[in-house]
């Protein structure tokens, strides 16, 4: 048979040939087993503050719009909506929609959300998500009048916060304490059933659910070399977040596959910037001569080095940042024309060892890893170093809330608008490092309000630069960031921030 | 000693070698069924290891692995052993020029050994440096071959973002009018017109007559190609740089391709424009190239003489997706490639589009097919042949590149979502940066996949390990930053920690 031949035969016989490789329909019922470094001190969608949290909230919550797969804003909660000519208003429709305790969804709950989320009082990590929106009002029960503060384009692309059952509640002031956090209500395809006694939780789903799966548990595992072994050993069946050592094992596994995963995140280690010692500009600067950021990170593998607050396959990442290179010499030269002195370990003005407390997430393997690398380095050159590791909830309420420490080691992830506002606009809601700088506050204002991509990309070069040149935070690294998922899992796809965006097509 | 379980591609043929098993440390997990651990032997020296940089496999090279860790050594009982599914059945896959180098690593070694440096690089993807150390013009061919491929992946991912770029734009706020936007849109459209809903034509009506690119709307208007424009201006500059790289003189676009066509003030910044034809230009040129080195006849499909003027030797076939002569009599550029070849072993010829499940379901039959023609292979051939299969990873080699000729296929029938599963199955996620294991066309057909599927901000993470290898990706990573800036500038991003 000659080549030509033989592809028009195999040409003839393609049509059966595909059909053995369509897609069965989903089958339904079975459990999704997920792994989480940490599990989730909370669930409540007003103080959600880690990706954890917000994975969680993506099973049990909905939005009036999310991304569909095209990433593109979708309804979801919302039925439709009419934008007004003046673009100073939108009327949205809500759909036929139930929380998990069985009453309708409202638009008094969309009201109340929102009122909640501005109130000064419930000091909602999420306020500046509803920033824009001036007014909020229940024109029936299954229709909300939003106004803005300045002509909008389009909205529904910013009403992706989750909703939630203002019946919960006794006002829009809610507390991080209220006991919503261990029993929420929401309207998503699964609801809690259990916090259990090994940190994992249970979701399960609820009636009316479109969901093809009918459990879905959490657990909390800190070793990321012990989840890979969950995964092969098929005692879980998907992880969010390898890292980059174990890419080689999950991949060479037939019963596993990688999808790339929230590739928009850096680490840091953050300045409180109203501390003494911390919030000095020497000392900050001085650190930062004083880290070896390439040894810190080989531990945890290959990434890639940043020089500010953007990854460097962001449109706004300025190459011509310069890396901060180790110089201990050129350390040594700031805080000595700081006033700091030397004599074996370095003093303060004031004669006090210079010592930095740096908190970290407890039950992480790999920060603690750093950190402790990181003392190693900082105490060589003579400054001390008292680790913290904190708990997920003394985590937000030592530096969410109190603001009381001297350095973080953490981590961002951002979705794909790389919109560093809040950590750095002096108004920003995430910003508990205490940064301030009304160039930059000027610039984040001006790219917030562009219409023109090419000057939105310029400005925010700038701010790289310009929060380089500040040196808030020794910025440290971004990874190659993959979940890892069992074969047994179907119909996957993943959204690129909030993972499980689309967890009710898939199937077991 | 023990041999380890089942393992896929590199890990089992690293495994062929014959790890050695022993006991030094007890895994104690409350999941995990108890099992020693294992070490791994130095990889079998054969003849590639005085011909090639040395190539072992991602496991060796990436530490020790969970892999070998989990590898029992003294016999698994039912209760230590992890889930093991049904043996895949007895498959017979023909792989071509794969086998050729197993059964005839004397053919391989003789081939290589006259080019040492060209063929490590073309096995690398470095095409530049392959071709300027590939002696023979007819083994150059194969990486000008390659580079015209990779220029044409970046020409159709131009088009894919200026597509949507200029409209959406024109849309959200209009193009400023003191600008050259519209003059850009106008060369985007009118070097990939099928891209393009609007005409090069009617863009150019828009350009306001005191702006430079107004000539091409002159040109235009008098039916002539834009190619054809002469002059002192930036535009008519740009086409003679482009009527160069098409008659195969390719240097100076390749360089002008990395830096903004048009720099203008702008309100506060200065505005940047890149050429989006650079691509499409250099890729006709590459097939020119490839034409001269082949001595063959251009006319009337450059792609197609090439191709046949290559023939089907080992030199034409080594680290190839086509396994051997690839019908290239039939019809279509992809077809010449053996794009339109059925999937080994399966008899499938095409996906159904849109199905990614059906998709990934297809690479896993695939492998498994793989895997029993690999084995198959390392049982037949002698000592060197399988000690060249094994380190080279000669089998995985040939699937990544069948994995992105077929994915490039299923862009090219406008079917993104299917290509972009082939392609995440294709990635060596491993390594990170374009070498053995990832050809820049990889990450180039990724991003056009993202940026048709409404994922423009990961297209950017896609493009990054192209940059270092090709300079003139650059201006194709601005114009897609610009459309994902874009997309983005009425949302308000969120972000969270990642603890």
């Known amino acids: 048979m000659t080549t030509t031949r033989f592809i028009r035969s195999a040409g003839l016989a393609a049509v059966t040939a595909t059909l053995a490789f369509v897609s069965a329909a989903p089958a339904m019922g079975g459990t999704l087993r997920y792994a989480e470094d940490r599990a989730p001190a909370i669930v409540h969608p007003l103080f959600t503050t880690s990706m954890s949290e917000a994975r969680l909230n993506e099973l049990l919550f909905l939005s009036l719009f999310a991304d569909d797969r095209e990433l593109r804003a979708s309804p979801q909660l919302a039925g439709s909506f009419q934008l007004a000519p003046d673009q100073l208003s939108m009327t949205v429709s809500l759909r036929p929609a139930t929380w998990h305790d069985g009453k309708p969804v409202s638009a008094d709950d969309v009201v109340f959300t929102i009122e909640a989320m501005k109130d000064p009082r419930t000091a909602s990590t999420e306020a500046g998500r509803v920033a824009w929106i001036t007014g909020a009002e229940a024109v029936d029960p299954s229709t909300v009048r939003l106004t803005f503060a300045n002509p909008e384009y389009a909205p529904q692309d910013k009403l992706y916060f989750k909703i939630l059952p203002a019946h919960r509640f006794d006002g829009t002031t809610v507390k991080r304490t209220d006991a919503y956090r261990t029993q929420p209500t929401g309207s998503g395809p699964w609801s809690l059933t259990s916090f259990n006694d090994d940190a994992s939780i249970t979701l399960s789903r609820t009636e009316s659910s479109p969901a093809a799966i009918d459990e879905v548990v959490m657990r909390e595992v800190a070793d990321k070399n012990y989840q890979a072994k969950l995964l092969i050993y098929e005692s879980l069946e998907a992880l969010v977040r390898v890292l980059p050592r174990d890419l080689a094992t999950l991949q060479n596994d037939r019963k596993v596959e990688l999808y790339p995963y929230q590739t928009n995140s850096w680490w840091y280690l953050g300045f409180n910037h109203d501390r003494n010692v911390s919030g000095d500009e020497a000392v900050r600067r001085a650190v930062a001569h004083m880290v070896d950021v390439d040894q810190l990170l080989a531990p945890i593998g290959t990434g890639d080095v940043v020089t500010g607050p953007f990854v460097p396959s962001s449109p706004f990442y300025d190459h011509d940042v310069p890396r901060v290179k180790p110089d201990p010499d050129k350390a040594a030269q700031i805080l000595t024309e700081a006033g700091y002195t030397f004599s074996g370990r370095w003093l303060t003005p004031t004669g006090e060892q210079l010592t930095l407390k740096v908190a970290t997430a407890s039950n992480l393997e790999t920060a603690q890893d750093v950190l402790i690398n990181l003392q190693s380095q900082l105490q060589t050159r003579g400054i001390t170093v008292e680790p913290e590791f904190l708990t997920a909830g003394e985590w937000k309420q030592r530096v969410w809330h109190d603001h009381d420490f001297d350095l973080v080691l953490s981590q961002w992830s951002f979705d794909r608008n790389e919109d560093i506002y809040e950590q750095f606009h002096s108004d920003g809601a995430r910003n508990f490092i205490g940064y301030g700088n009304p160039e930059v506050d000027r610039m984040l204002d001006e790219a917030r309000t562009s219409t023109d991509p090419q000057a939105k990309k310029a400005l925010l070069r700038q701010v790289h630069a310009a929060i380089a040149a500040d040196q808030p935070m020794v910025f440290l690294w971004t990874l190659d960031s993959y979940a890892a998922l069992s074969t047994k899992v179907k119909r996957v796809v993943v959204h690129p921030f909030y993972f499980f965006t689309w967890a009710a097509d898939w199937s077991l | ?499």
């Open chain 2, 1 to 499: 000693m023990t041999r380890c379980p089942r393992r896929k591609s590199r890990t089992a043929l690293v495994a062929s070698s014959g790890p050695a098993c022993q006991s030094f440390g007890t895994l104690t997990y409350p999941d995990i069924p108890h099992v020693p651990a294992c070490q791994d032997e130095p990889l079998a020296t054969t003849i590639i290891g005085s011909v090639f940089t040395p190539v072992t496999s991602s496991v060796s090279r990436t530490g020790p692995a969970l892999g070998w860790l989990l590898c029992a050594c003294t016999g698994p009982t039912p209760a230590d052993t992890p889930p093991v599914e049904a043996p895949p059945p007895q498959v017979t896959v023909s792989l071509g020029w794969v086998e050729e180098v197993a059964h005839h690593p004397e053919r391989f070694g003789e081939l290589v050994e006259a080019d040492r440096t060209g063929w490590t690089a073309l096995h690398a993807h470095d095409y530049g440096v392959a071709r300027a150390n590939l002696s023979t013009p007819a083994h150059r061919a194969r990486a000008d071959l390659a580079l015209a491929t990779l220029h044409d992946d970046l020409a159709h991912l131009s088009a894919a973002a200026t597509s949507r770029l200029f409209p959406a734009w024109e849309d959200r706020g209009g193009l400023p009018d003191d600008s050259s936007a519209r003059a850009i849109a106008t060369l985007a459209a009118w070097c990939a017109p099928q891209a393009h809903d609007r005409p090069a034509e009617a863009w150019a009506r828009d350009i306001p007559g005191d702006r430079p690119g107004h000539v091409l709307t002159e040109t235009l208007s008098s039916t002539r190609p834009l190619l054809e424009l002469t002059g002192d201006g930036p535009y008519a500059k740009r086409m003679a740089l482009h009527r160069r790289a098409r008659s195969g003189d390719t240097e100076a676009l390749e360089v002008a391709a990395a830096l903004p066509l048009i720099s203008e003030q702008a309100h506060g910044f200065t505005r940047h424009f890149y050429d989006p034809c650079a691509h499409a230009s250099l890729a006709e040129g590459w097939w020119h190239v490839a034409l001269r080195a082949l001595e063959a006849d251009a006319d009337p499909l450059p792609d197609r003489r090439a191709l046949e003027a290559l023939g089907s030797s080992l030199p034409a076939t080594l680290f190839s997706p086509w396994l051997s002569d690839t019908g290239r009599t039939e019809a279509g550029p992809l077809a010449l490639f053996g794009a339109d070849a059925p999937w080994p072993g399966s008899g499938v010829a095409a996906l159904p589009a849109g199905d990614v499940e059906a998709a990934r379901e297809a690479v896993r039959d695939l492998d498994e097919r793989l895997d029993g023609a690999r084995r198959a292979l390392l049982a037949d051939a002698p000592p060197e042949g399988a000690g060249v299969l094994s380190d080279l990873d000669l089998v995985l080699r040939w699937r990544q590149e069948w994995l992105v000729l077929q994915a490039r296929k299923h862009l090219r029938d406008d079917d993104p979502t299917v290509a972009l599963a082939l392609l995440e199955r294709a990635h060596d996620p491993s390594h990170p940066e374009v070498g053995p294991w990832n050809s820049p066309s990889l990450f180039v057909l990724r991003a056009e996949a993202e940026v048709r599927s409404g994922r423009t901000r990961q297209a950017l993470d896609a493009l990054r390990p192209v940059e270092g290898r090709l300079g003139s990706v650059r201006g194709v990573i601005e114009i897609v930053g610009d459309l994902a800036v874009l997309q983005g500038l009425d949302r308000r991003g969120d972000s969270k920690e990642s603890q």
